[in-house]
């Protein structure tokens, strides 16, 4: 877990023993979210219509609202590490969920506003993109929405858990961690070891086997 030639962040690298657990194939939809606030079991967010709807990624979450979700949904948000290893293809390390290719508009949802890729807007539908699935399938590990993850931002891995548990107590508000990156952000951003600190982000949940 992490990478010697990303910031202080994302270092030291070291290594980590993770129990089997189930991860989302998608990021949380502002349709599956919807759900959950109907059922009373989901604050309500003040959505804006840029941000999509439907089938796109649900945006401007607190981290609580993405615990609560994920609960609903008989989950948990997933722990940092189970998040990176998902990203990096398990054991194999790849930079990113396809492999070591670089990130192109064919694989991922980014580069809204840097002309990157033209076409961006915000966010897009789920899965949109099945060239930049992982080896297990799992859709929009990097670009589309940054995911919340359980653990607290600390400003390196120094004292990190290494039995794949999230790292801290439970933070009573943002900022938390967001990974995976967005539409928004250029293709240097999508690297599955970058850790980014701030608020309002979307969810995937994830399942203890």
Same mark, same amino acid.
């Given at each position: 877990?992490? &990478?010697?030639? %990303?910031? @202080?962040?994302?270092?030291?690298?070291? @290594?980590?023993? %993770?129990?089997?657990?189930?991860?989302?194939?998608?990021?949380?939809?502002?349709?599956? $979210?919807?759900?959950?606030?109907?059922?009373?079991?989901? &604050?309500?967010?003040?959505?804006?219509? &840029? =941000?999509? /709807?439907?089938?796109?990624?649900?945006?401007? %979450?607190? =981290?609580?609202?993405?615990?609560?979700?994920?609960?609903?949904?008989?989950?948990?948000?997933?722990?940092?590490?189970?998040?990176?290893?998902?990203? +990096?293809?398990?054991? !194999?390390?790849?930079? $990113?969920?396809?492999?070591?290719?670089?990130?192109?508009?064919? %694989? !991922?949802?980014?580069?809204?506003?840097?002309?990157?890729?033209?076409?961006?807007?915000?966010?897009?539908?789920?899965?949109?993109?099945?060239?930049?699935?992982?080896? =297990?399938?799992?859709?929009?590990?990097?670009?589309?929405?940054?995911? $919340?993850?359980?653990?607290?931002?600390?400003?390196? $891995?120094?004292?990190?858990?290494?039995?794949?548990?999230? =790292?801290?107590?439970?933070?009573?508000?943002?900022?938390?961690?967001? +990974?995976?990156? /967005?539409?928004?952000?250029?293709?240097?951003?999508?690297? &599955?070891?970058?850790?980014?600190?701030?608020?309002?982000?979307?969810? +995937?949940?994830?399942? @203890?086997?």
């Amino acid at each position: 877990m992490g &990478a010697t030639d %990303l910031r @202080s962040a994302a270092q030291p690298v070291h @290594s980590v023993k %993770l129990p089997s657990f189930k991860m989302a194939r998608t990021e949380v939809t502002f349709c599956e $979210y919807t759900a959950c606030t109907e059922a009373g079991s989901c &604050a309500a967010v003040p959505f804006q219509p &840029a =941000w999509g /709807d439907g089938s796109q990624p649900v945006v401007g %979450l607190k =981290w609580a609202q993405s615990k609560d979700f994920c609960t609903w949904a008989g989950g948990r948000l997933c722990s940092e590490s189970e998040w990176e290893y998902a990203a +990096r293809n398990g054991s !194999a390390g790849n930079l $990113y969920p396809w492999g070591d290719e670089p990130a192109s508009c064919n %694989l !991922a949802v980014y580069g809204q506003g840097d002309q990157s890729c033209p076409e961006v807007t915000g966010t897009a539908a789920v899965c949109s993109k099945p060239a930049g699935n992982n080896a =297990w399938g799992i859709c929009d590990l990097a670009g589309n929405a940054l995911e $919340y993850v359980e653990d607290v931002y600390h400003d390196s $891995y120094v004292g990190a858990p290494s039995d794949g548990s999230a =790292w801290g107590e439970t933070p009573s508000g943002d900022p938390g961690i967001g +990974r995976g990156g /967005d539409g928004g952000l250029p293709a240097g951003a999508l690297r &599955a070891s970058i850790r980014m600190s701030g608020c309002c982000f979307g969810a +995937r949940c994830c399942r @203890s086997t």
